[in-house]
């Protein structure tokens, strides 16, 4: 039996992510099923698994893509990917290692060649699974807190929501980088192209601005970019 390891699984088929989670759970681990991409990466920054096994071809942000934002993350970067895709051809395990996946296995595979391909990973890590993973991300003079829920800066430490704390991390991510609503409603709220109103992200940017700003009015933190969108600034 494996010892008290957690195994995020990425798969947008229920029956497939189902038929995963029973074969680990039945030799010891602990299991969490999501079924996008966006939520992957939501529930590991709340909960840093010991292991993703992902699926590539997924409505919205794919696996590679999942797996890249998984190696640029702070906090996730050391984390373990295993592809677990029909995408079999050469050239997608080339595009899946290039993205930072530690090994890929095909569909349709044998149950126990995962077991021992997941084994195989946590071995070969088990040093870096022992260190505990940065607990806070820091841009300039801000400090979120991604066990707490908490904002840190020169107005004062307040507790965010979940999505104000998806929000802000995920800007807090890329500092200097510029989001417009709709590519924020597709990576922060999962919605697909085309869908959901920028009002839902304006309101929450103000939301976040009177956590954050001394002058909220006058934000110098959170920024906007006229005509193209939002972005932390890095000083």
């Not at 939520?39 to 993703?52: C, F, G, H, N, S």
């Not at 890929?104 to 149950?111: A, T």
């Not at 601005?209 to 972005?231: C, M, Q, V």
Request: proline share 7%.
């Amino acid at each position: 039996m494996d010892d008290d390891h957690l195994i995020l699984v990425v798969d947008d088929d229920d029956i497939v992510a189902r038929t995963i989670e029973r074969s680990l759970r039945a030799v010891g681990f602990r299991v969490a099923v999501v079924h996008s991409g966006v939520e992957a990466l939501q529930v590991a920054r709340r909960q840093p698994p010991d292991l993703m096994v992902l699926d590539v071809i997924m409505p919205g942000m794919d696996g590679f893509e999942v797996c890249r934002q998984v190696r640029a993350d702070p906090i996730l970067q050391e984390l373990p990917v295993l592809f677990l895709t029909a995408k079999g051809k050469e050239e997608d395990r080339i595009v899946g290692l290039r993205a930072g996946a530690d090994d890929y296995l095909s569909k349709p595979f044998n149950l126990d060649e995962l077991y021992l391909r997941v084994r195989a990973i946590l071995r070969r890590t088990k040093k870096k699974l022992r260190e505990e993973p940065p607990q806070s991300l820091t841009v300039g003079a801000y400090t979120l807190e991604t066990r707490s829920f908490e904002i840190k800066g020169p107005k004062e430490t307040s507790i965010l929501t979940p999505v104000q704390f998806d929000l802000l991390y995920h800007l807090m991510s890329h500092p200097g980088q510029v989001f417009s609503p709709e590519r924020l409603l597709q990576e922060v709220w999962d919605y697909p192209h085309d869908t959901g109103s920028p009002d839902l992200v304006r309101v929450h940017i103000k939301n976040l601005r009177a956590k954050t700003e001394i002058d909220p009015s006058n934000p110098l933190f959170i920024r906007t970019i006229k005509g193209h969108g939002y972005r932390v600034a890095e000083n």
